[in-house]
């Protein structure tokens, strides 16, 4: 008897109860963007299970039974559902930019220890950190913080500088705490800049103006 089976990459992440807790603590300060998100999400499938019982209705009080007025107001419905279900697939997707881009770790408590080792015995030693890639840099023993370096590249980077303290022989290393390496938070023009946001408001407000004009022409009909 052969074995089938699919070669699949296992899911090995926890995920349990207090993952779902600092989720909830990550967006709280953006609760209102997650809940248009959440509506905009529960709109587009409610939408979904109608669109199903309008098809249904199309096909067999309008098509089949040959009732043009049915079939008809049908498809005017369905239309306009159909401008209503694209308003929310755009709402959520903006939402979810935006979450995705607003919704960050705290950088402050993202910290790791560097060790610079040293392969032959020096008298000294400086360890160079840029100064964007981190919000702290913090010398152990032994080991001191000197004047700040600027790299003549073409951002003219800012190197934060760590030199060690007395002779190091081959082995020792230089420890030193590093907060926050995640960057600087960058301009976003999806977030942050009003024309989007008037971009996205006026794009609603165009399938809104569609849909009552399909509603009124259903009414004078």
Known sequence: MS??????????????????????????P??????????????????????TFL?????????????????????????????VSSGCVLGFVYLTGVLGYRVQYDRTADRIRLRTTVPIATDDVIVRVPRDFVTGVRPVAPAHRIEDQVFEDAQRTVLQLVRSEGRLDAGQSVLIELDGMAG????????EQPGASIAVGTALLALGALGLVLARRRGDA
């Open 30 to 51: 953006y609760w209102k963007w997650v809940l248009g998100f959440v509506l905009c999400v529960a709109c587009v499938s409610a939408l979904g299970s109608l669109f």
């Open 3 to 28: 074995e089938q089976y699919f070669e699949e990459e296992e899911f090995s992440t926890a995920f349990n109860g207090s993952t779902l807790i600092r989720i909830l603590g990550q967006v709280r």
């Open 55 to 83: 098809e249904k209705r199309i096909i067999d009080e309008g098509i089949i039974a040959a009732n043009r007025d049915s079939l008809k107001q049908s498809l005017m419905i369905y239309g306009a559902l159909m401008l």
């Open 184 to 191: 600087v938070r960058q301009r976003n023009p999806l977030t």
